[in-house]
């Protein structure tokens, strides 16, 4: 049984000010309790607001995955003290995926695995370019030997050579994302002025390139491919939260729009959503626990399917989910699944896109 706190004789609520008969306000719902209290009271209330709160959190947990559309059914439905609030369990869920997906380093034996590689490539890159420049300069100073070249031009060639390699591996190295890379934006605003007017980038390309350009003239190749990674994956929350109204608008479009609210598609979203972000969570975490244990061929089997099953269930979690709670017919709610999921795919790829090219241009 809960530990109660002595009431107040005092019957005027300390937070509103309404008149209290009983235990709770029935104007706010604060408890008309006495607010000194002693460390037991503390601890008592601070346990029993822990136990609380994990009963809650886990049932909730357990509901999400294992029965689709359960909780939104129970919440719309009324019963929501039993669960944690969708927008809160949402909020809750993306914080602790985005934030140990961040933490979480790749496993060691595969990074330096990763490492190792690009730098033998980048070596037997280097070492055939410069076996490259090496064969053609010895050509051309045979023709000088032979009196085909006078030393000045066979000089001239032999830099030019030279230069043109290098250009060619600093072009491998650029990392452009829209449009065509120019050296300094000084030379695409030069272009863009004297070029012929038939030419002329339009108004949205050339501030699009501009601005691009700017970033690229900042920042060296390999550090500007970094930073956009790590700066898109920093900011790909915002992406997915601008994105779930639009996937709620999806489910409206096609069930019936007097029966359901788009407020009761925006339950189904969020629950939805967190189940995704919960799955992508739970993935990375196997694998990252099991890739300790990658020496071991059992275990590589064991985490192929293990991400295998997780990822085919995620991808099947939809159907019933969405079965359950519209109440179509399997055979209907499969077909309108299957139409949703390409035009979400296509919803997807626009704002991820323009994602990707705001992450750029905004590059500190």
């Not at 190295?173 to 695409?188: D, Q, R």
Request: one cysteine or more; a positive charge; charged letters at 25%.
């Amino acid at each position: 049984m809960a530990h109660k706190n002595p009431l107040r004789k005092d019957k005027t609520c300390l937070n509103c000010n309404y008149v209290v008969d009983n235990r709770f306000c029935p104007n706010c719902g604060q408890e008309n309790s006495d607010t000194r209290k002693t460390f037991f009271h503390l601890f008592v209330h601070f346990f029993e607001d822990l136990t609380h709160y994990e009963n809650a959190f886990w049932k909730t947990i357990k509901n999400l995955i294992f029965r689709p559309a359960s909780l939104t059914r129970e919440y719309l439905s009324g019963k929501r003290m039993s669960y944690l609030a969708p927008v809160r369990l949402y909020i809750f869920v993306s914080f602790v995926t985005f934030f140990l997906l961040s933490v979480i380093p790749d496993n060691e034996d595969a990074s330096d695995v990763k490492v190792t590689a690009n730098k033998t490539s980048l070596v037997t890159k280097k070492v055939a370019e410069k076996d490259t420049v090496f064969k053609e300069q010895q050509k051309i100073i045979d023709l000088e030997k032979k009196g085909m070249l006078s030393k000045k031009d066979s000089d001239s060639i032999q830099k030019m050579i030279v230069e043109s390699k290098e250009k060619t591996l600093e072009d491998n190295n650029e990392f452009t994302l829209y449009g065509k890379h120019y050296k300094s934006v000084h030379e695409l605003d030069s272009i863009q002025q004297h070029c012929k007017p038939s030419e002329r980038m339009g108004a949205f390309p050339y501030w699009m390139n501009r601005k691009m350009q700017l970033v690229q003239d900042k920042y060296p190749a390999k550090e500007l491919k970094e930073k956009f990674i790590e700066s898109f994956i920093h900011n790909l929350p915002k992406s997915l939260f601008i994105y779930m109204p639009l996937f709620a608008f999806v489910l409206w479009v096609f069930q019936n729009k007097k029966r359901w609210y788009y407020f009761d598609h925006g339950i189904f979203t969020l629950h939805y959503f967190s189940f995704l972000l919960l799955g992508i969570l739970i993935i990375r975490l196997e694998s990252y626990l099991l890739g300790f244990l990658s020496d071991y061929m059992l275990f590589r089997i064991i985490d192929y399917i293990f991400t295998s099953v997780a990822i085919l269930y995620m991808l099947y979690y939809f159907f019933p989910a969405h079965h359950r709670f519209y109440g179509d017919s399997r055979v209907v709610s499969i077909f309108k699944g299957i139409t949703m999921f390409f035009i979400n795919m296509i919803f997807i790829a626009i704002i991820l896109t323009l994602f990707a090219i705001y992450t750029f241009i905004n590059i500190h």
